[in-house]
């Protein structure tokens, strides 16, 4: 009995000391939690919702929309800063291979080599799945080609 009692005024506490989401903004509460990985538990919490509340706003396509355009925003950032840093990287890895140690040249070398590698795999894979998708336009764009149903 007094967990429960505790349980509502900790709820009732929660309402009254965040007036965004008194004031509607549960759905961009929401949003934030999920899009930082918290859980759609700690998300309900953290917007002082249920979590049957929850399953309603995101069952919103209009909001899984948003959801979804955000977090494409947030990996294009990510992707960038890495990219931003990889060139310096590199820069790095060429200077150790003037290194007075062995054994950093060694390591730097054979991480530019297993990278070099990656990336000539890729680039293939890349072609090979071009070529693929090219004949199956082509295949498909004939008469009588396609699956049939």
Do not use: W
């Not at 890495?82 to 790095?92: C, G, N, Q, S």
């Amino acid at each position: 009995m007094k967990k429960r009692k505790r349980q509502t005024a900790d709820k009732k506490r929660q309402k009254k000391t965040c007036p965004s989401v008194a004031a509607g903004g549960r759905r961009a509460v929401v949003l934030a939690a999920l899009l930082s990985g918290k859980t759609r538990r700690i998300a309900a919490e953290a917007a002082g919702i249920s979590t049957r509340t929850l399953d309603r706003i995101t069952a919103d396509p209009t909001f899984r929309a948003e959801l979804e355009t955000s977090r494409k925003g947030t990996f294009a950032e990510a992707l960038q800063a890495l990219k931003d840093t990889a060139a310096r990287a590199v820069e790095t890895l060429a200077r150790l291979l003037k290194s007075k140690y062995v054994n950093e040249r060694r390591q730097a070398a054979a991480t530019i080599l297993t990278f070099a590698m990656r990336a000539h795999e890729f680039g293939e894979i890349e072609a090979r799945l071009l070529a693929l998708e090219k004949a199956a336009a082509e295949f498909t764009a004939k008469p009588g080609g396609g699956p049939t149903t």
